[in-house]
C-alpha cells in the first residue's frame, strides 16, 4: 500500500476532538501543510484552532527525514505549547505510526500518533500524550485533502 499523507506534498483539513479528563471533548479545526524541499526531507507545518473558552492555538513546525526503503522517519519540532520535540516514525501498511519525546523538559512526558488510513484523501488521527504511564491528553480528528 502507499500512504498519501505524509508522502506526498499538499494540505490536509484537520476535524475533531480534543479530549482531557474530567472535560467535555473541545471541538478543533484546520490543517496541516505538508511540502518538500530535497529528496526524502519534508516539512510539515499544522495550525489547530480550539474551540475552548479562550480559542487556544496549537501550531506546530516540523522537519524531518523519510527513508523510503526502511519505511521510517526521524524529526525535528517545534510546538507552541510543548517545546521541541523530537521524534521518530513508521510507515505501516494501513497506519503511520511516530513516537516523540520532549526535549529539555525533565518530566516523563511523550506522545504517540497514529494515522490511519481511510482512503488516499482520509486519514484518521489519534494523538495522545502520555505522563508517565498515564494519559494525559489525545486528540481524534479526521484529515481530509
Known sequence: MTHSF????????????????????IP????????WKR????????????????ATEIVY????HLNYEAKHY???SQHNLLGNI????????H??????WFMGNRSRQKGLDTYTYVDNNTYHLTSSILDGHSIKSTIEAILSR
Not at 529528496?39 to 510539515?44: E, P, Q, S, V, Y
Not at 523530537?86 to 501498511?93: K, W
Open 95 to 100: 497506519s503511520i505510526i511516530q513516537y516523540y
Open 28 to 35: 478543533i479545526e484546520g490543517g496541516i501543510r505538508i511540502a
Open 6 to 25: 505524509l508522502v506526498e506534498a499538499g494540505y490536509w483539513k484537520v476535524a475533531g476532538h480534543w479530549l482531557k479528563p474530567n472535560l467535555a471533548p
Open 61 to 64: 513546525q516540523c522537519r524531518g
Open 74 to 76: 526521524t524529526y525535528v
Open 86 to 93: 523530537e521524534g521518530e516514525g513508521r510507515l505501516g501498511n
Open 39 to 54: 529528496a526524502n526531507w519534508f516539512k510539515l507545518t499544522t495550525n489547530l484552532i480550539c474551540a475552548d473558552e479562550t
